[in-house]
C-alpha cells in the first residue's frame, strides 16, 4: 500500500528556515517523480517543487521560491525532502508531499491522475 508521511513542520519566524521531509513507502519510490504542494487557507492547493526521477534528478520550482527552496531526493531511504530558506508570511500553508507526479517546467501541469497525496503538514511563518 502506498504510503506518504511528511514530517518536520512547524512555527518559523519570518526570514528563518525548515527542512519539511517525506517517507515514501509501498511503491517503488526511486522510479517515481516526487513533488511537493501546498494550500493556505482560502487558496487552491498550488504547486512548490517537484523532482524527476531520471538519473540527474532534474527539479523544477514555482516562480515564488526559486532560489530560497531546494528540493533532493534520498533513494536509498524512500525519503524526498525541501529545504525551505528565506521564509515570508505567505508560506504559511499546509504542505503536501506527491508521487508520481508530471514534473515539468510548469508547476500547474504536475498533477497527475495516478498521483497520490500524504496527509500533509502544517508551516506556519509568523513572528
Known amino acids: 500500500q502506498l504510503q506518504l508521511v511528511e514530517s518536520g513542520g512547524g512555527l518559523v519566524q519570518p526570514g528563518g528556515s525548515m527542512t519539511l521531509s517525506c517517507s515514501a513507502s509501498?511503491?517503488?519510490?526511486?522510479?517515481?517523480?516526487m513533488a511537493w504542494f501546498r494550500q493556505a487557507p482560502g487558496k487552491e492547493r498550488e504547486g512548490v517543487s517537484c523532482i524527476n526521477a531520471n538519473s540527474r534528478a532534474t527539479t523544477n520550482y514555482a516562480d515564488s521560491v526559486k532560489g530560497r527552496f531546494t528540493i533532493s531526493r534520498n533513494n536509498a531511504n524512500n525519503t524526498v525532502y525541501l529545504v525551505m530558506n528565506s521564509l515570508k508570511d505567505d508560506a504559511t500553508a499546509a504542505y503536501y508531499c506527491a508521487a508520481n507526479v508530471e514534473c515539468g517546467p510548469y508547476p500547474g501541469t504536475w498533477s497527475s491522475t495516478d498521483m497520490s497525496w500524504g496527509q500533509g503538514t502544517q508551516v506556519t511563518v509568523s513572528s
Open positions: 509501498g511503491f517503488p519510490f526511486a522510479k517515481y517523480a
